[in-house]
């Protein structure tokens, strides 16, 4: 009897070491598919991806197989490769880049994790609430220092466009917090709406004929259109400041995060939540380094000067 036992123990063993072994050399056992749905195309989205697909190779090596799509500005586009990414269940988990992103794949997708970069404000999307599967890297920005910087290089400034989509949810915020400050610092402000890509030159033509100076918050329709921006705010030697870091050329200023950070940061917090166990809401949303560049061509084509007491906070390019 004794024996008995012993042999079906020791069969038991076999099978189990049998079953150890066949998952170590089937690589497709443990294989993780992630889904990456970005807003648009422009530098700071683009970097985001850049960053997430570099990091989470590195972390996962050939173990994991991404999966990209792309909805070029459109919502409708947005919603659609979210519902299409939903259906493929060989997804283990999704990376959304940019508000419109992370709020198709969130109407979408309840039990799979997401993780975001470049949404500037997860909190009033409700993508933290009790028992959420979304956490990420956000790109809000300090706006009450990003005016004072301005009025330090443009010390004569007295009104400011504002150039966004009022369909932008992250744009009306930073919009908001745009007006509050410049009302502190007593500067007139006008709104500039630009509700598609169609709207952005005519919004931009009103913008620089009657203003000193076109601020834009991190808005995904204008930064998809900000060449016909350049060209008309230039035509019209008006100076513009981008919310976001990343353009070669063109803004006076560029205030914003580090968006290929942001991108690693995304791809951290994915690796522990699908390698390490951990659920989404115990991982708090991150914030990546930001930086100040401030273009020397403009400055000088405008005649500005940078002052002393700012040149250690900024960064000439």
Not at 57 to 70: P, R
Not at 202 to 207: E, N
Not at 223 to 239: F, G, M, W
Request: aromatic residues 4%.
């Amino acid at each position: 009897m004794t024996k008995k036992i012993i042999a079906l123990l020791l069969g038991l063993i076999a099978i189990l070491a049998a079953v150890v072994l066949l998952k170590r050399n089937n690589p497709k056992e443990n294989h993780i598919t992630i889904g990456i749905l970005q807003t648009a195309s422009f530098p700071p989205l683009d970097d985001s991806a850049k960053g997430f697909i570099s990091e989470i190779k590195k972390e996962l090596g050939d173990n994991v197989t991404v999966i990209e799509q792309n909805a070029q500005g459109s919502l409708m586009q947005a919603q659609a490769i979210a519902s299409s990414f939903k259906a493929n269940k060989s997804i283990s988990g999704f990376f959304a880049i940019a508000t419109p992103a992370v709020q198709a794949l969130k109407s979408e997708v309840k039990n799979r994790p997401i993780t975001f970069a470049a949404v500037t404000d997860p909190i009033g999307l409700h993508l933290r609430e009790a028992g959420s599967n979304i956490t990420g890297a956000s790109d809000m920005a300090d706006i009450e220092k990003q005016i004072s910087i301005l009025r330090e290089i443009m010390p004569k400034l007295t009104k400011v466009a504002l150039l966004y989509n009022p369909g932008e949810t992250n744009s009306v915020l930073l919009v908001r917090l745009m007006k509050t400050t410049l009302d502190k610092y007593g500067i007139a402000y006008q709104d500039n709406g630009a509700n598609s890509q169609a709207d952005v030159a005519a919004a931009a033509q009103h913008a620089a004929q009657n203003s000193d100076l076109i601020l834009i918050p991190t808005d995904n329709t204008i930064a998809s259109a900000l060449p016909i921006v350049r060209q008309i705010a230039d035509k019209a030697n008006t100076p513009f400041v981008t919310t976001w870091t990343g353009e070669s050329e063109g803004p006076l200023m560029q205030f914003g995060v580090d968006y290929t950070q942001s991108g690693v940061q995304a791809a951290q917090l994915m690796k522990k939540i699908l390698i390490d166990g951990i659920k989404p809401m115990d991982l708090p949303v991150v914030s990546p380094s930001s930086s100040i560049l401030i273009s020397s061509k403009v400055v000088e084509r405008l005649g500005l000067v940078i002052p002393e007491s700012i040149k250690d906070s900024v960064s000439l390019m």
